[in-house]
T-cell receptor
Framework: ETGVTQTPRHLVMGMTNKKSLKCEQHLGHNAMYWYKQSAKKPLELMFVYSLEERVENNSVPSRFSPECPNSSHLFLHLHTLQPEDSALYLC?????????????????FGAGSRLTVL | AQKVTQAQTEISVVEKEDVTLDCVYE???????LFWYKQPPSGELVFLIR??????QNEISGRYSWNFQKSTSSFNFTITASQVVDSAVYFCALSEANTDKLIFGTGTRLQVFP
């Protein structure tokens, strides 16, 4: 497989459930990202990992817990979510500033995981 | 603080019309990068172009062209002779130098009717 793969593509969960979103990239990139896309809102940057270390955490509630076990995989663990957390969660990867030493990194996105919280 | 504004929420055109999508940005940095991405109905954002703040030359790629004007902090995108396949949401984005942080605008939904 090539590019950025996200699973599952669709997820429905209750507010008391615990689930995880998975992202895998086959591009040899060093940075990985989680974005949240809600209706009529900008794409919200949630987390950035560079060389497996979290470098950005945009005031995301603790019910979202990211994990980056290696440079190819990124998870978003979900627990006790609220209905307003329903959204499209997009994963992306890039070569990362730590490697390219610039801010010109092109992000490659996955197709997203559509989350519905009942 | 960085900010990207796409004032046009939705645009509808008929095939073969030209259409321009507006993007205005704010940043305090002198070195920064601007991007356009396309999000078709499948959901996956597709990279279209990247420009750095020192290169104000306009760029043309097939039916697509971009107009970067630092004086007005704008980076507008024009599709010439639009086609139905151009229907998508288009996002403008900004990244400051030496960060992995890419900030997006709210997007413009383009509908091209046959």
């Amino acid at each position: 497989e090539t590019g950025v793969t996200q699973t599952p593509r669709h997820l429905v969960m209750g507010m008391t459930n615990k689930k995880s979103l998975k992202c895998e990239q086959h591009l040899g990139h060093n940075a990985m990202y989680w974005y949240k896309q809600s209706a009529k809102k900008p794409l919200e940057l949630m987390f950035v990992y560079s060389l497996e270390e979290r470098v950005e955490n945009n005031s995301v509630p603790s019910r979202f817990s990211p994990e980056c076990p290696n440079s190819s995989h990124l998870f978003l663990h979900l627990h006790t979510l609220q209905p307003e957390d329903s959204a499209l969660y997009l994963c992306a990867s890039s070569q990362g500033v730590a490697v390219t030493l610039s801010g010109a990194n092109v992000l490659t996105f996955g197709a997203g995981s559509r989350l519905t919280v009942l | 603080a960085q900010k990207v504004t796409q004032a046009q929420t939705e645009i509808s055109v008929v095939e073969k019309e030209d259409v321009t999508l507006d993007c205005v940005y704010e940043t305090r940095d002198t070195t920064y990068y601007l991007f356009w991405y396309k999000q078709p109905p499948s959901g996956e954002l597709v990279f279209l172009i990247r420009r750095n703040s020192f290169d104000e030359q306009n760029e043309i790629s097939g039916r697509y062209s971009w107009n970067f004007q630092k004086s007005t902090s704008s980076f507008n995108f024009t599709i010439t002779a639009s086609q139905v396949v151009d229907s998508a949401v288009y996002f403008c984005a900004l990244s400051e130098a030496n960060t992995d942080k890419l900030i997006f605008g709210t997007g413009t939904r383009l509908q091209v009717f046959p």
